[in-house]
């Protein structure tokens, strides 16, 4: 039997290592995060949005400014990661990490049903939600599973991101999109052109899609849950004293 921890890890193929529950559990909780719309959200609809809202590109360039403020604010929390405790981080990260994707959860919803200002402030709450998870995977991944697979297991990681991307944003989301904008062509009367991209007016063009996206993320936030308590007893222990070693033998 393979031995338990970061060295017991190091000794196990990639395959094992990929095939194993904690790496899914890692793998499924930051492919939920990242595909939820917070990185590409902006950039792939950013035309869409201005239309359904009647924003001009003004507003739209204010929204993406927000959108990179709260992300480079939520880029603090791998400092803090770095300057607390292990003890007080497993304590408190359960609880924040829950608590950051419940966050975006709420943007999204705020999005859905949108009020007066509702987009500015979502686009504060994703953008802060990304930058508080996404900086921590690579750490993550090498506390986990040690170095010796690190490079292959980090653009394994990376995968989370395009991935997540494509089949929230451009497969479910774009779908959903074009599904209201024909329904709102059929209430006019009108045929869709071929030559004329589908253009949604109204608070309910992104309704469903962004509730999609708060449920995917909540998902994601239940199994960062998971990953917690499995890894538990891990961060309980001195998880760099195989560094320490290794440093001493130089």
Not at 119 to 143: D, K, M, N, R
Not at 147 to 176: A, D, E, R, W
Request: glycine fraction near 10%; charge should be positive; proline fraction near 3%.
């Amino acid at each position: 039997m393979a031995r338990r921890g970061l060295k017991g890890n190091e000794l196990l193929p990639f395959t094992v290592q990929f095939l194993r529950g904690r790496w899914f559990a890692l793998f499924a909780s930051f492919l939920i995060m990242a595909g939820a719309g917070a990185s590409y959200l902006f950039g792939t609809y950013s035309k869409q949005i201005k239309e359904t809202l009647g924003y001009d590109q003004t507003t739209l360039n204010l929204l993406g400014f927000f959108k990179d403020l709260g992300g480079n604010i939520g880029l603090l929390s791998g400092l803090i990661a770095e300057v607390t405790p292990t003890w007080f981080v497993l304590l408190l990260g359960a609880l924040l990490n829950f608590g950051v994707l419940l966050l975006a959860c709420i943007g999204y919803l705020m999005i859905a049903f949108p009020f007066t200002g509702s987009v500015y402030i979502a686009s504060i709450i994703i953008g802060f939600s990304f930058g508080a998870q996404f900086p921590l995977q690579y750490a993550i991944i090498s506390e986990l599973f040690g170095l010796k697979h690190y490079s292959t297991l980090f653009n394994c990681g990376q995968l989370s991101s395009p991935l997540g991307s494509y089949i929230l944003n451009v497969k479910i989301t774009g779908m959903l999109y074009d599904r209201e904008a024909l329904k709102d062509l059929a209430k006019e009367g009108l045929e869709r052109s071929p030559v004329k991209e589908l253009t949604c007016i109204g608070s309910h063009c992104f309704r469903l899609p962004f509730l999609v996206l708060a449920g995917a993320t909540f998902f994601g936030a239940l199994v960062s849950l998971i990953l917690v308590a499995r890894t538990r007893k891990f961060y309980k222990g001195d998880i760099y004293k195989k560094f320490r070693e290794d440093a001493e033998t130089l």
